[in-house]
């Protein structure tokens, strides 16, 4: 079968997830309840973890964990300048300050080396990003900064990733999830946090519902109306009911569904390795990546004539992501240079990524795959004749 397109994402809910949704709504209860409650449990058991929330967003999941850990104004969270913005951003809505590091040129993930040059006395948290799917050095990066301050990892791109056979959420005060439209495990807009802490899991099941002493589902019990308090600071991050009910399914089938990523990728890795003009980042040793993204890069004033290009083939591209100390917020707010963070300035300029996801079929990814090389080899040949 031939295609003439390729989209960047084909989500794969089914009449099943339907189902669910549709149980859910015949019951009086659609906000944050039941089912909410046993998708937690069932993040709990996968992760071999005490505590997991569900909330709306991964963003205000690391809202909510930040204002429970009562990280605020006059306080320092040092993330990568190579991420998406909303790692930033996260620190900034809670009234601290990012301090930006540099990642590595190889990997791309956070250089633990830098964190532990960036810490002053006024360092309360890092936000570490496995990126791509690939897990940052917990342990390690522990070790480096010792217990008082605090980790979240940033595992918006990581649910089912491993380095050195554990996951997310062990070596750390908490682990975010993303559940958004294109995450390999979805529920359109939606997150979680995990902890090992009762006391960080208590104060986030406050903060998750606006600082409030009881949610919806327990304010209500029984028909019978209890009064609340609102004992902290908090944000509106709880997931409902009619959301969760797509998950229990997806994180069943989640290593399974992995399994075909790594061989899409592969293939990938395999047609444009060595590859004239691209660059593939490296596979860290030991480590299970989840391969959300297939990310490429090719030379920075090239970078938007092959997107553009790819795109006209019909073939869902985009950018993950610009570095965030060039975006125009972060730059004039704190006199950001793009030198200052070169590894995260050049990838930034030079990535692309491509369409990653299972129910991506064979022909349509050698379709993509036939497309991209001949746009790299004319865009070559076109630079030996100038020359």
């Known amino acids: 079968m031939k295609h003439e397109s390729v989209p ?7 009449e099943a997830d339907a189902a669910s949704i549709a149980k859910v709504m015949q019951s009086p209860f659609i906000t ?29 999941g690391a809202v909510a964990t930040l204002l429970a850990l009562n990280i605020g104004p006059g306080d320092e969270v040092i993330v990568p300048a190579m991420t998406f ?10 009234g601290a300050v990012p301090i930006f590091v540099d990642v590595h040129a190889d990997d791309l993930l956070i250089d633990i080396g ?38 979240i990892e940033d595992a918006a791109h990581c649910f089912e990733g491993m380095l050195s056979g554990t996951r997310p959420g062990q070596f750390s005060d908490a682990a975010i999830f993303s559940f958004y439209a294109t995450k390999n495990v979805t529920c359109g807009e939606g997150g979680a946090v995990i902890t090992r802490s009762e006391k960080l899991a208590l104060a986030l099941d406050r903060t998750t519902i606006h ?19 609102m004992e902290q600071l908090g944000t509106k991050a709880n997931l ?14 989640v290593d399974e569904r992995r399994v075909e990523r790594q061989r899409l990728a592969n293939r990938y890795r395999s047609a444009f390795s060595n590859y004239p003009m691209v660059r593939l980042v490296n596979q860290v040793p030991g480590a299970v990546s989840a391969e ?41 707010k704190y006199d950001l240079k793009p030198e200052d963070f070169p590894v995260s300035r050049e990838w930034g300029e030079c990535t692309l990524s491509l369409p990653l996801f299972p129910g991506l079929l064979d022909d349509e990814q050698e379709y993509l795959i036939e497309n991209v090389q001949s746009i790299l080899h004319e865009i070559c040949n076109e630079l030996e004749c100038k020359k």
């Open 114 to 151: 830098a964190v532990a040059g960036a810490l002053t006395p006024r360092t309360r948290a890092v936000i570490p990003v496995h990126l791509y799917g690939q897990m940052v050095d917990i342990a390690s990066l522990r070790e480096r900064i010792g217990p008082d301050i605090a980790i």
């Open 211 to 229: 600082g409030m002493s009881a949610g919806a589902d327990r304010r209500f019990s029984g028909n019978v109306y209890r009064h609340w308090d």
């Open 8 to 14: 960047f994402f084909r989500h794969n809910l089914s």
């Open 85 to 94: 913005v909303a790692t930033a951003n996260v620190v900034e809505l809670v």
């Open 32 to 60: 944050t309840g039941a089912v909410t409650r046993q998708t937690q449990s069932l993040m709990c058991e996968y992760f071999q973890i005490s505590h997991a929330k569900l909330t709306n967003s991964w963003t205000n």
């Open 292 to 332: 959300h993204l297939f990310p490429i890069g090719v030379p920075e004033d090239l970078r938007d004539l092959v997107l553009r290009k790819i795109n006209d083939a019909n073939i869902g591209t985009t950018v993950n992501y610009r570095s965030v100390h060039q975006t125009k917020f972060y730059r004039q």
């Open 240 to 253: 409902p009911d009619l959301l969760a009910a797509v998950l229990p399914a997806q994180i069943a089938q």
